[in-house]
């Protein structure tokens, strides 16, 4: 009763949640294309989508990846074999365990004329299943814990998915030890089986249950005679042996049974039962919001990205791959090991430079859960610190096409009003400077020491210039002005000679600065070897030192 | 000869051709270019954060140091980037202390031993003009290649040591080893403007347009360049530069490592040439042997038709 109850609870709980999560695949709005197409259109264009590509040849593409990719994780193979060990016994153990213990009344006993969850060799898979998932979650705390990548970026919801399997399995061993060794389930078993309670008829079915099936009865005294023995045998073959194996075969939870031996006369096993089933049906009551929804979206994005071709595809159809994408990340942080900036994460502590991260960042963002401006410039900043070299997408295993993801988010950042962070330091720059020629004359403000310690180029080389304007004259940028003056707002040499004033302000907000290609005409034909052009850097350094300062 | 090869992060995506063709030639002219994982070289975070620039770059540097390698890099803007690293490395000791700490947080470490070479100097010096002569079975004949040097590679002379700053001469050398012709152009050392690309667009443009009618004017049929975003500055964003203006006449751009495969007799598919935007496929009838219709067929051909 207190079992259907919850089990209906929990799988109501869990549609209500898949439901909600479908819904949202059609309704966040991912990349400019995402904009304007209805939900409804999502929607419809994506099952036409789905069945059109199961009814055509790309069915083979989606056979090959489901057995390759989903089956045999051979993405995450190729990326590391512990990996792998540990997510196959997870994934195998836990699957066949669902398939042929849970489900039991509705696979293994239709399919298996003998079986009986207490029979080997069902009795000994179960064991097996249950001791793979507990290896691989051995495997993946011991990873959570010594990998870099990963205990930099281990949140609640990866421990919440580490704890509950380890909690649903080790109570699973621990009923199992108890139910061994407990008279009362013994008692309950001979009332249902042998037809009686009468512990004097009893006595020789308890004697060879202490004896070849490891239960402790605490009333059992010189119970060893030898024709109490062979009457044991007999009533345990009328009874019990059709479904019953001896324990032994349960490699884990009998040996674990003699751990609880002092406990047997208790109802432990109860206690069990219920934290066992309890931790089953919250595991399935919050799946679509846990990592075990990955269960159904990562198969879904590995194999919606192997038919889809983002020349071709629908941008209705793209909208909605990109949503489901977001949910079908593992956090399993390959992405993030690999980054090509992510050592930069070690200089600037923005957490959304690496991947992973910046995922579940532009995750939080598109569901309007991040409206504080000093993450939506956070995530921005990791955006473009991106090169994207396209590592993460070749690596992720879970399929999905984060590149395409990260176009997109720039996209929807550019359309909050957080434009590429050049633009924005540029800005700020530009915003912070007083104007050359104002009223006020160019004078030597007291003491103005530039902020912070100088870093490649000591800013007092500009020092030696002798504004000779050659740096101007070889400058490409301001030979492609009518009127550079007014179009630039300070030119390089007047640039120095602010640097020189110590007008470090104005040089930071001249568009000068931010329109130098870096050609290095000027500093390659500076008289005086002033580094012109890195000395521009600096001064876009520092912009971008105080826009980075405005998201912490 | 042996090197780590460092191709940068826009390869992959943005002109995956240009490392399929490069691992191809140098393969072919003897040269090992062993596969690593390597990060950024730091050129795009400079603008941002020196220190972060200096760790990306350094980071690379220790990673082929490891290996015992030196790095061999077909991108002029990566060239440019890790050789302003190991300088700043050399010449600032406060630089150097705060980038060492940070790669020791990774268990890396860099003693300063490792070379930074571009595809340009390693042909030129390392293969050797004479073998990579030796190895070209059709030269290319009438045809007129603007050579395009990029600035990244030619500047600051004091920190990249590439080729003399102002009369550079190895690229041209390398062109007119394959029997083209490296004609003189005004705006030769100046930049292709893709820096300012995402930044600045119409001015990035401008510096384009200035580029593609100074090296129409001197009769240039095709740009070469050495660069991975000069490459994408002359062939992807030029496509779109002449939507936009279509009173500008193209000039189609190669890589040099498509310019040299082709006259060593590599197949055009092989090189990518079908990826190239602005029809580079012309390229190939200016080979001898495409001209004269066969390999036996004499090089001069004045006269005839």
Known sequence: ?552 | MKFALFLGCKIPYFLSHYGDATRLVLKELGVDLVEMEFGCCGYPVRNQDTKAFMLSAIRNLALAEKQGLDIFTPCQCCFGSLKKAAFLWREDAALREETSSRLAEEGLSYRGQVDIKHLLQVLHQDVGLEAIKQKIAKPFKDLKIAAHYGCHALRPSKVVGFDDPLAPTIFDQLVEATGATSLPWDLKLSCCGNPLWGKNDKLAADMTVNKIKDGKKAGAEFLCVGCTYCQIQFDTVQKEILAARPDTEALPSVLYVQLLGLSMGLSPEALGLQANLLDARGLASHLVAAQAGGPEAPVETQGAS
């Open chain 1, 1 to 552: 009763m207190f079992f259907n109850l919850t089990l209906y609870a929990a799988l109501f709980l869990f549609l209500c949640g898949l439901i909600y999560k479908i819904y949202s695949w059609c309704h966040l709005k991912i990349g400019d294309l995402a904009q304007t197409i209805p939900p409804g259109q999502r929607a419809s264009e994506a099952l036409r989508g789905v069945i059109r590509a199961v009814f055509s040849p790309k069915i083979a593409i989606l056979a090959k990846v489901f057995l390759l990719d989903v089956l045999l994780l051979r993405r995450v193979f190729r990326e590391s074999l512990l990996r792998w060990l540990m997510h196959m016994c997870i994934f195998w153990g836990f699957m066949l365990l669902l398939l042929m213990h849970a489900l039991e009344k509705w696979i293994s006993a239709p399919l298996f004329s003998n079986y009986y969850s207490t029979v080997n060799p069902f009795l000994f898979l179960r064991n097996l299943f249950g001791a793979m998932v507990v290896a691989g979650v051995i495997i993946a705390i011991w990873r959570r814990v010594k990998a870099p990548s990963l205990r930099l970026t281990s949140q609640a919801p990866d421990w919440f998915a580490i704890v509950l399997l380890a909690v649903i399995m080790l109570s699973g061993f621990g009923l199992e030890a108890n139910k061994i060794i407990s008279p009362a389930k013994f008692m309950e078993m001979a009332e249902q089986y042998a037809g009686t309670t009468d512990q004097e008829e009893l006595r020789p079915l308890k004697a060879f249950w202490a004896r070849d099936f490891g239960v402790v009865f605490s009333d059992l005294k010189g119970a060893g005679a030898p024709e109490l023995g062979k009457k044991g045998q007999e009533m345990h073959e009328n009874n019990c042996a059709e479904c019953h194996s001896r324990p032994h075969g349960a490699f884990v939870s009998y040996p674990l049974s003699r751990a609880f031996i002092p406990l047997a006369g208790t109802r432990l096993d109860l206690a069990w039962w219920y934290l066992h089933i309890l931790a089953c049906f919250v595991g399935l009551a919050y799946l679509p919001f846990s990592k075990f929804f990955h269960i159904y979206t990562t198969p879904l994005s590995l194999m919606a990205n192997a038919v889809t071709d983002p020349q071709s595809a629908s941008p209705a159809n793209l909208a909605t791959l990109r949503a489901l994408e977001m949910d079908a990340c593992l956090h399993c942080a390959i992405c993030t090991e690999h980054c090509s900036v992510g050592a930069i994460f070690r200089q600037i502590p923005n957490m959304t430079i690496l991947p992973s991260e910046k995922l579940a960042s532009s995750k939080s963002q598109v569901r309007g859960k991040q409206p504080e401006s000093g993450q939506m410039l956070k995530l921005r900043i990791g955006s473009d610190i991106c090169t994207s070299c396209l590592r993460c997408t070749t690596l992720c295993p879970a399929g999905i096409n984060l590149q395409d993801i990260w176009f997109a988010m720039k996209e929807n950042l550019s359309r909050q009003g957080w434009p590429d962070i050049y633009l924005q330091a540029r800005q700020s720059a530009a915003e912070a400077a007083p104007r050359p020629g104002a009223d006020a004359p160019l004078s030597l403000p007291e003491q103005r020491r530039p902020a912070g310690a100088e870093i490649s180029v000591p800013l007092g080389t500009f020092r030696h210039c002798f504004e000779c304007q050659t740096c101007t004259n070889v400058c490409p940028v301001v030979a492609n002005f009518p009127n550079p003056q007014e179009t630039l707002g300070l030119l390089p040499h007047q640039i120095m000679h602010c640097l020189g004033l110590g007008l470090t302000d104005e040089a930071m907000g001249a568009a000068m600065t931010w329109d130098c290609l870096t050609c290095y005409l000027c500093q390659e034909h500076c008289p005086q070897t002033v580094p012109v052009a890195d000395l521009l850097y600096e001064l876009r350094n520092r912009s971008f030192g105080a826009l980075s300062r405005k998201s912490s």
